[in-house]
């Protein structure tokens, strides 16, 4: 079946740069979009971007200056990094997928990230 | 960016009632509009997709409805279960945009 988990540091400094793992089964990466979401207190949910299932990106221009989106399809894993964090980038991040009907049908456990020195 | 303004905020509602939970769109999203369910320490669930189409596995007490930019997401007969934070998302332009939240609480 198909499941989802991200895979986080925990704490990250502020200033420094956060990396998050989402390792996907149960589907391919090359024919499903995967989001990135996210959850503060400050903001609540926020649409962070996605990889196409052909690779390419879109993000939130919120987030665009300091945030990528990868993949190794090899290794059913999607990558988040964003650098220049800040305390109010502390919250849970979620990877979900996509379906073709609409909606995100799939979502990992999400990994909660603190910034803080 | 579109802005989804969801409303109320909150509610304290019990067992048995008929829940109306409302999203108004900015702009114009057509029907690129989902709800989802989260209770807590837990992932969003998807209820709802395409405004109005019930999420396979989920009680047909849920509904989802549009009238112009209003979207809204109807509980009938609320079960204990029910309870927790209702989202909506809008996916018809980017940035993808959630509503703040609905929070449903048993009286």
């Known amino acids: 079946q198909v499941q989802l988990k991200e895979t986080g540091p925990g704490l990250v400094q502020p200033t420094q740069t956060l990396s998050i793992t989402c390792t996907v089964s149960g589907f391919s990466l090359t024919s499903y979009y995967m989001q990135w979401v996210r959850q503060t207190p400050g903001k609540g949910l926020e649409w962070m971007g996605f990889i196409r299932s052909g690779g390419s990106t879109e993000y939130n221009s919120e987030f665009k200056s300091r945030l990528s989106i990868s993949r190794d399809t090899s290794k059913n894993q999607v990558f988040l990094k964003m650098n220049s964090l800040k305390t109010e980038d502390t919250g849970v991040y979620y990877c979900?997928?996509?379906?073709?009907?609409?909606?995100?049908?799939?979502w990992g456990q999400g990994t909660l990230v603190t910034v803080s020195s | 960016d579109i802005q989804m303004t969801q409303s109320p905020s909150s509610m304290s509602v019990s067992l048995g009632d008929r829940v109306t939970i409302t999203c108004r769109a900015s702009?114009?999203?057509?029907?690129?509009l989902s709800w989802y369910q989260q209770k807590p320490e837990k992932s969003p669930k998807l209820m709802i997709y395409?405004?109005?189409n019930l999420e396979d596995g989920v009680p047909s007490r849920f509904s989802g409805s549009r009238s112009g930019s209003d979207y809204s997401l109807t509980i009938n007969s609320l079960e204990s279960e029910d309870t927790g934070i209702y989202f909506c998302l809008q996916h018809k332009q980017y940035p993808y945009t959630f509503g703040a939240g609905t929070k449903l609480e048993l009286k």
């Open positions: 395409g405004a109005t």
């Open positions: 979900a997928r996509a379906v073709g009907r609409g909606g995100f049908a799939y």
């Open positions: 702009q114009d999203i057509g029907n690129y």
